[in-house]
C-alpha cells in the first residue's frame, strides 16, 4: 500500500531520471500511406497501472506491439530503473489478446511453458525439472489444477490468467496487456484486477492496459491515456474522463 | 509382405519409407498448427519447376539442384508474406501458379514432357543404396535441427506478437521451417509425386489432432500415423501393382477419418 503511495506521489513528477520508470518518446508508426501512430509520448512510472483507451482503429493495440518491437516504427524506448541506473530496454511481460489465440492445436498449459521457459523441445523432453516452477508461476494468478489441461479447454477468463502467469516469468519491469478482459465473465474479471492490484503493488512493476471497460478504469486505473493515432490527452482518471473531448468519444463515462 | 522383401528394390523402399515418413509426421504437426498447408501445396510446386531449372541448368546432381532450387523457394515466400501488405493466401498463391507455369513451360519445351510424368506420380522403386545414405543424413539433419526449432515454432504457431515479446524472430524461425519442408519436400517428391506430396505434409498430424491433448503425444501419434500410413500403403502397392505414394497417402487419410469418427472419446 506504502509503495502505491508513493508512486502515486511520483507520477506527478516530470522527470524521469530518479525514478523508475519507461519513457515512450515520439512513436510514429505507418503502414505504407496509412499513418497509424502520429508522435507518441508517454511516461510510465513503475507500481502504476495506465489505462489506454480510445476508439475502435486508434491504434492502441499497435502501440503495444511497437512497444514490444514487434512492430516496425520510429521514436525511441527509454528505460530507468529504481536506482537510475539501468537504463536500455525493459523486460517486457506482453499478454495478447486471448481471441487471437490459437487454441486448436493439442498443447497443454505445462506445454506452452515449457516452450517458453526452456531450450528443450517439448516434442522430446520431459518437462518434469519445470512442474514446481510452473506450478509456482501459476499460483500467482491462482490457477494451479489448469497445469495439464489442453489450452482449448481452458475459460476466457482461464486462459486469460494463464497467459498473465506466462507473462511474468521471468518477471517484467514492464507488462502489456492488450485488451485482456474482453469476453471475460464477471467473476474473471474481478479476480483478474485483484491479480493485477497485487503485482502492482508487491512487484513494483508498472503495467499499460488497453480496455474498453470505462468505468472499471475510473476505479483501477493510476493514469489514463485518450489515444486516437496520437495522444489527445492523458492524466489521472478524472481529468480524462471529465475532459469534452473524452466526453465526445464515448459519451459520459462517470 | 515378406515375400516382397526378396526384391532388393523393394528393401530399398521399405527403408526408405521409415526414413522419410517420420519426417513428414514431426514436420506435418507444425504445417497443420501454423496453418500452411497451402505453402506446403506450393512448395511441391516449387519442385516441379527445381527439376525444370535442374535439367537445363545441369551444374550440380539434379537432385541437389532441386534441394537449393526449393529451399531459395520457400525463404523467397517467407520474406515476400513478411514484407508485403497483401494477404498470406495471395502470395502464396502467386509463387505456386508462377511456379507450375515456368515448370511446364520448360519441360515442354521440344515436345519432351513425358520423361517428367514420373514426378507427377512418383516412383518409389527408382529407390537405389546410395538414396538411402542420402535419405539418413537427411533424417539425422531434419531431427536435430527440429530439436532446435520447435519450441519456438510452437510459441509462433499459438501468437506471433507474444513469441515476438519472448525474443523470438518470425522471419528467421519461419524460413528455417520453411527450408527444412522444403528439403524434405524435394529429398521425396520423386518418390511420392508432386500430385499427393501435400497431403503427407498435412494428414498425419490432421489425423494426430483429432485424438490428442498434448504435444508429446500429438508428435507421437502423428509420426506413429506416418510410418504406419507408409508400411502399409507401400504393402497394399506391391500386392496390387499401384503406384505407392498414392496408397500411402490413402492410407493415411483413412487414418484421418478414422481418428475423426473417435475424436469425442479423446479430447478432453
Known amino acids: ?254 | 509382405m515378406g515375400d516382397m522383401l526378396h526384391y532388393e528394390f523393394m528393401q530399398n523402399a521399405f527403408i526408405a519409407v521409415l526414413l522419410v515418413t517420420p519426417l513428414f509426421g514431426l514436420l506435418s504437426t507444425m504445417v497443420v498448427s501454423n496453418k500452411m498447408a497451402f505453402f506446403a501445396d506450393s512448395l511441391g510446386h516449387g519442385a516441379f519447376t527445381g527439376i525444370a531449372v535442374g535439367a537445363i541448368v545441369g551444374l550440380v546432381s539434379p537432385r541437389v539442384s532441386l534441394a537449393i532450387f526449393s529451399v531459395a523457394f520457400a525463404v523467397a515466400i517467407t520474406w515476400i508474406k513478411t514484407h508485403s501488405r497483401a494477404s498470406t493466401d495471395t502470395v502464396i498463391g502467386v509463387f505456386s501458379s508462377t511456379a507450375i507455369a515456368i515448370g511446364l513451360m520448360i519441360m515442354s519445351h521440344g515436345g519432351g514432357f513425358n520423361k517428367y510424368s514420373s514426378f507427377l506420380i512418383g516412383d518409389i522403386l527408382a529407390i537405389t543404396k546410395s538414396d538411402i545414405v542420402a535419405l539418413a543424413v537427411v533424417f539425422v539433419a531434419v531431427v536435430l535441427i527440429w530439436g532446435v526449432l520447435f519450441n519456438r515454432l510452437l510459441i509462433l504457431s499459438i501468437n506471433a506478437p507474444f513469441a515476438m515479446s519472448r525474443g523470438i524472430s518470425t522471419f528467421w524461425v519461419e524460413c528455417a521451417f520453411a527450408s527444412l519442408v522444403a528439403v524434405v519436400v524435394s529429398i521425396s517428391i520423386e518418390w511420392v509425386g508432386i500430385l499427393i506430396i501435400n497431403s503427407l505434409l498435412v494428414l498425419p498430424a490432421a489425423a494426430a489432432r483429432n485424438v490428442t491433448n498434448d504435444v508429446k503425444s500429438y508428435t507421437i501419434v502423428s509420426v506413429l500415423i506416418a510410418m504406419a500410413s507408409g508400411v502399409a500403403g507401400l504393402t497394399i502397392a506391391y500386392e496390387s501393382d499401384m503406384a505407392a505414394g498414392a496408397t500411402i497417402v490413402t492410407c493415411a487419410a483413412v487414418m484421418f477419418f478414422v481418428t475423426m469418427i473417435m475424436r469425442a472419446r479423446f479430447i478432453k
Open chain 1, 1 to 254: 500500500m506504502f509503495k502505491t503511495i508513493l508512486h502515486h506521489r511520483a507520477s506527478s513528477c516530470e522527470d524521469c531520471t530518479k525514478l523508475c520508470c519507461t519513457k515512450v518518446e515520439h512513436f510514429s508508426v505507418s503502414f505504407g500511406d496509412v499513418e497509424i501512430l502520429r508522435d507518441v509520448n508517454m511516461h510510465v512510472h513503475c507500481g502504476q497501472l495506465t489505462a489506454l483507451i480510445g476508439p475502435n482503429g486508434a491504434g492502441k493495440s499497435t502501440l503495444l506491439r511497437s512497444i514490444l518491437g514487434a512492430v516496425p516504427h520510429t521514436g525511441e524506448l527509454h528505460y530507468v530503473d529504481a536506482k537510475g541506473q539501468h537504463t536500455g530496454h525493459p523486460l517486457i511481460g506482453y499478454v495478447p489478446q486471448y481471441l487471437s489465440f490459437d487454441v486448436s492445436a493439442p498443447v497443454s498449459v505445462m506445454d506452452l511453458f515449457m516452450a517458453a521457459l526452456s531450450r528443450r523441445p517439448v516434442w522430446f523432453f520431459s518437462s518434469h525439472h519445470l512442474r514446481a516452477r510452473v506450478r509456482d508461476d501459476l499460483a500467482r494468478v491462482r490457477s494451479e489444477y489448469l497445469i495439464d489441461r489442453r489450452l482449448g479447454a481452458l475459460s476466457g477468463g482461464e486462459l486469460q490468467r494463464v497467459l498473465l502467469a506466462l507473462a511474468l516469468d521471468p518477471m517484467p519491469d514492464l507488462l502489456l496487456l492488450d485488451e485482456p478482459v474482453s469476453g471475460v465473465d464477471h467473476n474473471g474479471l474481478e479476480l483478474f484486477y485483484d491479480i493485477l492490484s497485487e503485482l502492482r503493488e508487491k512487484e513494483d512493476m508498472a503495467i499499460i492496459l488497453i480496455s474498453h471497460d470505462l468505468p472499471l478504469m475510473a476505479r483501477h486505473a493510476d493514469q489514463v491515456v485518450l489515444l486516437d493515432h496520437h495522444v489527445v490527452t492523458s492524466g489521472d482518471p478524472q481529468e480524462v474522463f471529465s475532459d469534452p473531448r473524452t466526453r465526445a468519444i464515448f459519451g459520459a463515462v462517470i
